[in-house]
């Protein structure tokens, strides 16, 4: 169940929820026999999120596969390291370096990339209805998802000068090396790349401009700038990669939907809420117990890992009216949980919106017109959908 967790939810409108099958905290065994309290309703998940004192973030980064020695000497080869800087600081570096990232993602900096998105979207969606009235097939993946964040990011936060596949390549091995569950020979293959990746980054870390010089000025050592890119690199563009495919498939079955955002009667801002409520590329994300306590009545022990469903948060009827069913603008469509919450809460929340609200209008019609060739496949894993092509035809 962990590492197909999206798989436990409806998707079918009507079918009744899920979550009311599940207890409220849940003891579940991963594939090494670790046990983790799975947290299944929103406002427990919420409580976590926001007690850093009860519940710290130090094992957000932590591999899901413990890492067997071949594959952490290919790691340490590459002098790779990654010490708390984001996600998994809970300690008193993480103020600053989080005001740091702020600015570079301001909601005005990323208001001002809007229309040269736009402008892309709209020449790629040109291209695309031309070759579907060839009865040509299209992957929507490739064409409007897999690239797009990662060049607006690239323009808002001085990125290294890596090939886009490179970058993209490296970003889905992190997801896999340390959320899959794997084999040693497919760890020190991940690792490998990881680490070749890692050691580009040191020496943009060193020399970059962007956000690398800001934090190098405010005095942060090498290795917190690589820490900081690096889960910039993978945070700031593969999950709404993911979220734009999984978004553009869910409103392919959403006809109602597409037809109000033709004639205006939907806003695209309700839609891009329902879609990360329904369908968060993040499904779950962890904290640990720093103490003996207790959650939802059952006894969590200091070091307990807890995975917090981030998408069942979303479709828990004890905060939205009809928790399965796509509505946009419905009473709590926007108490989901898919960017977290707290001192750790994403801060990429506007650049993601920005960018799914963008790719959403200029869809919308192609979107109509189209039919499922084949939908995308995800892996296992614990926390990300990570989708790959997505095939549609006139
Ligand atoms: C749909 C897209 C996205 C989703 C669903 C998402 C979700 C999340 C979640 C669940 C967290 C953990 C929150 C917590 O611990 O409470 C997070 C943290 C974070 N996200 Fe996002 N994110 C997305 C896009 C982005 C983008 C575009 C960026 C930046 C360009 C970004 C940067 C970050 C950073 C830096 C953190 C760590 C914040 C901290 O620890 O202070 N994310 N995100």
Redo the contacts with the bound molecule.
């Keep these: 169940m962990l590492f197909r967790s999206w798989e436990q939810a409806p998707t079918a409108a009507g079918a009744g929820s899920g979550i009311a099958r599940w207890p409220e905290v849940v003891r579940v065994a991963d594939h090494v026999g670790v046990e983790h309290l799975l947290v299944t309703r929103h406002a427990l998940v919420r409580r976590v999120?926001t007690d850093p004192a009860t519940y710290r973030?130090d094992n957000?980064l932590d591999a899901v596969t413990p890492m067997p020695v071949a594959a952490l000497r290919i790691l340490a080869a590459h002098r790779f390291r990654l010490p708390p800087t984001?996600?998994n600081?809970g300690g008193a570096s993480?103020p600053g370096i989080?005001a740091l990232?702020a600015d570079a993602?301001h909601p005005t900096r990323v208001a001002a990339q809007r229309d040269w998105l736009a402008a892309l979207v709209r020449r790629r969606v040109a291209a695309l209805d031309a070759t579907l009235a060839t009865g040509a097939p299209v992957d929507l993946h490739a064409a409007l998802a897999a690239d797009l964040?990662l060049r607006v990011?690239a323009r808002l936060v001085e990125l290294p000068d890596a090939p886009v596949s490179a970058v993209k390549d490296f970003a889905r091995a992190t997801l896999e090396l340390f959320w899959a569950p794997l084999d040693a020979g497919r760890q020190q293959a991940l690792a490998a790349e990881v680490g070749r990746f890692h050691r580009l980054l040191r020496e943009f870390a060193t020399t970059g401009g962007g956000l690398a010089a800001a934090l190098r000025a405010a005095g942060h050592p090498p290795d917190v700038v690589v820490g900081a890119l690096f889960?910039?690199l993978v945070?700031?563009?593969e999950?709404?990669s993911q979220?734009l495919t999984l978004l553009m498939h869910r409103l392919t079955g959403e006809q109602a939907v597409l037809a109000g955002l033709r004639d205006g009667s939907v806003a695209v801002a309700d839609v891009v809420e329902e879609g990360?409520r329904l369908e968060?590329?993040?499904v779950t994300?962890r904290r640990m117990a720093a103490v003996d306590t207790t959650l939802g009545g059952t006894a969590v022990a200091a070091g307990t890992s807890i995975v917090l469903w981030?998408a069942g948060a979303g479709r828990d009827p004890a905060t939205v009216d009809s928790p399965d069913e796509f509505r946009p603008g419905q009473r709590g469509s926007r108490r989901h949980l898919?960017?977290?919450?707290?001192?750790?809460?994403?801060?990429?929340?506007q650049?993601?919106r920005m960018e799914a609200a963008t790719v959403v209008a200029e869809t919308a019609p192609l979107l109509a017109g189209v039919r499922v060739l084949r939908p995308p496949r995800y892996p296992d894993n614990l926390t990300f959908r990570m989708p790959d092509a997505f095939l549609v035809r006139r």
């Design positions: 999120l973030p957000a984001l996600a600081n993480h989080r990232v993602l964040p990011l889960f910039l945070a700031g563009q999950t709404t979220f990360l968060p590329p993040i994300w981030l898919a960017f977290g919450a707290g001192a750790h809460r994403c801060v990429g929340d650049l993601a």
